[in-house]
Each structure stands twice: as structure tokens, then as C-alpha cells.
């Protein structure tokens, strides 16, 4: 299988507990996102990299979140401190970029890691 | 903040019927895409339109694209019972070269056999 791979799948932890979920992008793809989704909603977009770099965080959601891509390859999500409303599926995406071609950028979607605070 | 909105929100009907969701957006856009998701499952890319586009087949899945009006709608014919999922449209943001899709809250189909 080549797609988007996320790990684990599900994750019950008590609040207060950190939690980490792995990521890992189609191959060749230089850009990797990650989106959180509630129930009913769409995604919501959290946070982005363009191969280590991480270009965008502003929208992650407290300090309490981070990420990290450190060889351009997986990504993790580290959730410190976690509270109940912090539940939800957390997905991840990725995508290749052209650079100097048309910005025309499908994302691929993993099946997500879906986190339950107890 | 969401981008696109839905519309309707759900939609049921019986397998052999067309249907029709739509998608209205906010800022001006270079391409507008649909994901289909199956319950508790991530999300699955469907078709792509680009902005100079305005109408673009997929096998069963037709989409159309209106700029002037920002408006898209995805028409899903001779609908089957594995259709049943919620059906996303997302556009790029790429204000401040950020690139993440930005979407709606869903048209949740259920096609009853």
C-alpha cells in the first residue's frame, strides 16, 4: 500500500497524558499537513510542511500542540497535556508541489488517528 | 474559518437516483475539490476543477463550477448504496503561500437500497 499511512488508528488516553501520532506521507511527496476534524465538521486545518520545514503553525490550536518532520519523511503530532475537548480525528495529508508549475495541489488523506479523552 | 458551506447538509435517496450536492465558497479560487468520507474513515479525493474550468466528468461523478456566482456542484448519477458517506468541497488557501485546503461542513448522503 503507498497511500498515506497514520499510526495508531485509535488512541483512548486519560487527561492530562501526552499523546504522539505518527504520520507517514506517499513517498515522493514534499508537502505533508495535518487537520483535525470534530464530529459534524469538516476538516480543520492545523498546521503544514514543505519537506522539514514547517511553514505554517499558527493555526495549531494551543502551545500545548506540536509537530515536528525532522528528515522531510514522517511527521508526528505531539499533544501535551491532553484535554477532553481535544477529542477528535486527527488527519494527516500529503502532496506533491511542483515548484514553478501550477499551484494545483491534491492532497492525499490518511485514514486518520481518531483520540478519545477520557 | 470554513470556506465553503454545503448545501444540504443531508440528502437521502433511493439507489438508481442522481445526486446533487452544492458547494458555495468565499474568496476567489484556482481550483475547487470534492473528498468523499465514509463514516469514522479519512477522506478520499474525488475530482479536482480549476478555476478556468467548468465542467469536468469523473465516471459517475459530474462536477460544475460557476466563478461569477462562486458556486460548485457535484452530481453523482445512478447513485448506489456505497455511495453513502459525507461528501466534502474544499478550496486551496493560498494566502501567505499556505496551500491547505479549507472546508465546508459536509453534504451527508445516504443512498437506501
Known amino acids: 500500500d503507498t497511500g498515506v499511512s497514520q499510526n495508531p488508528r485509535h488512541k483512548i488516553t486519560k487527561r492530562g497524558q501526552n499523546v504522539t501520532f505518527r504520520c507517514d506521507p506517499i513517498s515522493e511527496h514534499n508537502r505533508l499537513y495535518w487537520y483535525r476534524q470534530t464530529l459534524g465538521q469538516g476538516p480543520e486545518f492545523l498546521t503544514y510542511f514543505q519537506n522539514e520545514a514547517q511553514l505554517e503553525k499558527s493555526r495549531l490550536l494551543s502551545d500545548r500542540f506540536s509537530a515536528e518532520r525532522p528528515k522531510g519523511s514522517f511527521s508526528t503530532l505531539e499533544i501535551q497535556r491532553t484535554e477532553q475537548g481535544d477529542s477528535a480525528m486527527y488527519l494527516c495529508?500529503?502532496?506533491?508541489?511542483?515548484?514553478?508549475?501550477?499551484?494545483?495541489?491534491?492532497?492525499?488523506f490518511g485514514p486518520g488517528t481518531r483520540l478519545t479523552v477520557l | 474559518s470554513q470556506q465553503g458551506e454545503e448545501d444540504p447538509q443531508a440528502l437521502s435517496i433511493q439507489e438508481g437516483e442522481n445526486a446533487t450536492m452544492n458547494c458555495s465558497y468565499k474568496t476567489s479560487i484556482n481550483n475547487l475539490q470534492w473528498y468523499r468520507q465514509n463514516s469514522g474513515r479519512g477522506l478520499v479525493h474525488l475530482i479536482l476543477i480549476r478555476s478556468n474550468e467548468r465542467e469536468k466528468h469523473s465516471g459517475r461523478l459530474r462536477v460544475t463550477l460557476d466563478t461569477s456566482k462562486k458556486s460548485s456542484s457535484l452530481l453523482i448519477t445512478a447513485s448506489r448504496a456505497a455511495d453513502t458517506a459525507s461528501y466534502f468541497c474544499?478550496?486551496?488557501?493560498?494566502?501567505?503561500?499556505?496551500?491547505?485546503?479549507?472546508f465546508g461542513k459536509g453534504t451527508k448522503l445516504s443512498v437506501k437500497p
Open positions: 495529508a500529503s502532496s506533491l508541489l511542483w515548484a514553478g508549475g501550477p499551484i494545483v495541489d491534491t492532497q492525499y
Open positions: 474544499a478550496s486551496p488557501n493560498y494566502g501567505g503561500s499556505q496551500g491547505n485546503l479549507i
